[in-house]
């Protein structure tokens, strides 16, 4: 149960430690696994005190056993074994320690390891992390490559001086940590998240030289794998010699079979490029001589047409058609002109023929009154009456004589101020004869 305290009534840190052990008391024994960092056996001593750490985090566990305990593993169990052992929790009071009474220790044999990296292997390819598509392409000349190895090892000679010796100019970010034991996972996840963090590291390097399973382990570790799978920089793997393989190789996004392998697959060969160079150059120079010749060949082949060498028969060939299509019009426009005037001098007969003034020419005469109305019938005249006769050269004055008293009947004609003796006829448009 929670205990009921408060800044009036706290609790002594004595009694906070007795209570803690009291809790620890109750719990049974637990199987605990780790690596063993200090081993201490005093001659003459009736019990052992061992260290075990955790290879993946920092934190370290005191564990005493007896020595007969101890002595039943002890051709098996040194500083740096992993082993699993059993024990029951304690808690020293006094000192605010934890600690575990071991009553049994096991090592774990290579076997047991290699099982227990096959389940890993398969946890982390269900979450995805060993997939192809994930891996990312190296740069083809990166302007610095980060290096986390060993210091002063064989694996940091052959890396820098074979990157070297194919590329003078590589520059390199070097992070010497801890390759085997128990710092080495914790200072390489630390060096690669660094590298990782500065952006003029374009490639991360882990080198390592070869050693046995348990050497290798710290480079199979989970904490470190998923540090890698989270890098944004490609990493290259070179653990080990090329039977070796680690789970850092599945996760990296390359595997170099050595360190040596991996400085050639980082850096380019200056001298295979500048190799390379030269041939595109040389390809280069023939695609542009090919093109050229085969330009002079088109216009050589141009200028050996006839259009070319006498260019004014072109011009006279559309000069005929032009002189053709414009004599051609012409001749339209002639047949055109002939037409219409035909259909003119046509219609102005028409027009000729149907005027009163022909009509008048032909002997017929318009007789009107002096209000200007026109008289169309011999029955519409009065005696005497003044009437203005229209001829087709003049006009004259008549007067009337005589109307009609019926059918047959004649009437006096009339002249200019007297009375016509001849006989006349009126008719609907005007007077036939006149004086």
Known sequence: MAMRTSPESPVPV??????????????????????ITQLSRRPGAGVVFLTLRDPAQDISLTVTCF?????????AVTEGARVVVLGKPEWYAPRGQLSLRATEIRAVGVGELLARLERLKRELAAEGLFAPERKRRLPFLPGRIGLVTGRASAAERDVLENARARWPAVRFAVRNVAVQGVHAVPQVVEA???????????????????????????????????????CTTPVVSAIGHEPDSPLLD???????????DAAKRVVPEVNEELARVEQLRERARWCARALVDREERGLRTTLDRPVMAEPHRLVEAHEERLVMAVERGRRTLGHLLDRAEAELTHT????????????????????RRPDGSVLRSAAGAVVGEELRARLADGELGITV?????????????????????APWSAAESGVGGGS
Do not use: K, M
């Open 14 to 35: 004595g009694r906070v430690s007795r209570l803690i052990g009291e809790w620890i008391d109750r719990l049974g024994e637990v199987w605990v696994e780790g690596q």
């Open 67 to 75: 020595r007969a305990v101890f002595d039943r593993v002890a051709d």
């Open 250 to 260: 599945l996760v990296a996004d390359l595997r170099a079979s050595t360190p040596t």
């Open 348 to 367: 102005a007969a028409r027009v000729v023929a149907l005027s009163p003034a022909a009509t008048l020419r032909r002997g017929y005469a318009v007789l």
């Open 401 to 421: 004589g005589a109307v009609p008293v019926g059918d047959g009947a004649t009437a006096g004609g009339a002249s200019d101020g007297g009375t016509a003796d």
């Open 192 to 230: 690669v998240r660094e590298l990782d963090a500065d952006p003029s590291v374009e490639v991360i390097v882990v080198a390592r030289g070869g050693g046995s399973v348990e050497d290798l382990l710290p480079f199979s570790d989970e904490a470190l794998v998923r540090a890698v799978a989270a």
